[in-house]
């Protein structure tokens, strides 16, 4: 199975300051990867979709790039409600996998 | 508005059964692949089974294969997932979401499953 791989673990940051999440696959993913974001207490929700591509919904603060096994989540300047887990999810191969998280706090 | 809600978790003895079940409403149910998902108190995401729009092909994890069913009716706009043979290790919340052109749109609030004597 394709294992994917988050860095850093956990981000202390302040509000208004750059986060840059990142995820690497044991394999090629192509584009076929998306990002997910989960408060406490709450499920999973779509971020990015196809490496780069905005959910519907979700702040243009938000943006992802990569492809192949190279992908990382940016949020631009971080609001009081981003601070939260990150999960990173490929579809390019059976069975579809997630990263392990990271979680974005307060520093 | 979309919504998905899982019920029929509960405490189960290992080497128990339970039937989970998610129903689907504001959207075209029969269009769209549907999954499980869980996560294990204080752990990340783990994707468990997939099922076809029509029902006539699915995909689990090897870790679930032999023990848990995934099926769907249509008619009724209900996804299930029939766990066999429960294990410590599948104790988690489990999430049944929609599959929209290959991507987990939408979540349910999930559904707690215990196992444990």
């Known amino acids: 199975e394709i294992v994917l791989t988050q860095s850093p673990a956990t981000l202390s940051l302040s509000p208004g300051e750059r986060a840059t999440l990142s995820c690497r696959a044991s394999?090629?993913?192509?584009?076929?990867f998306a990002w997910f974001q989960q408060k406490r207490g709450q499920s999973p929700r779509l971020l990015v979709y196809?490496?780069?591509n905005r959910a519907t919904g979700i702040p243009a603060r938000f943006s992802g790039s990569g492809s192949g096994t190279d992908f990382t989540l940016t949020i631009s300047s971080l609001e009081p409600e981003d601070f939260a887990v990150y999960y990173c999810?490929?579809?390019?191969?059976?069975?579809?996998?997630f990263g392990q998280g990271t979680k974005v706090e307060i520093k | 508005e979309v919504h998905l809600v899982e019920s029929g978790g509960g405490l189960v003895q290992p080497g128990g059964s339970l039937r989970l079940s998610c129903a689907a409403s504001?959207?075209?149910?029969?269009?769209?692949?549907m999954h499980w998902v869980r996560q294990a108190p204080g752990k990340g995401l783990v994707w468990v089974s997939g099922?076809?729009?029509?029902?006539?092909?699915?995909m689990s994890v090897d870790s679930v294969k032999g023990r848990f069913t995934i099926s769907r009716d249509n008619a009724r706009n209900t996804v299930y997932l029939q766990m066999n043979s429960l294990r410590s290790e599948d104790t988690a919340v489990y999430y049944c979401?929609?599959?929209?052109?290959?991507?987990?749109?939408?979540w349910g609030k999930g559904t707690t499953v215990t196992v444990s004597s």
């Open positions: 099922i076809y729009n029509d029902g006539s092909s699915s």
């Open positions: 504001g959207f075209t149910f029969s269009s769209y692949w």
């Open positions: 999810q490929q579809r390019g191969d059976w069975p579809w996998t």
């Open positions: 196809d490496a780069s």
């Open positions: 979401t929609r599959d929209k052109l290959g991507y987990l749109d939408v």
């Open positions: 394999q090629s993913v192509g584009t076929l």
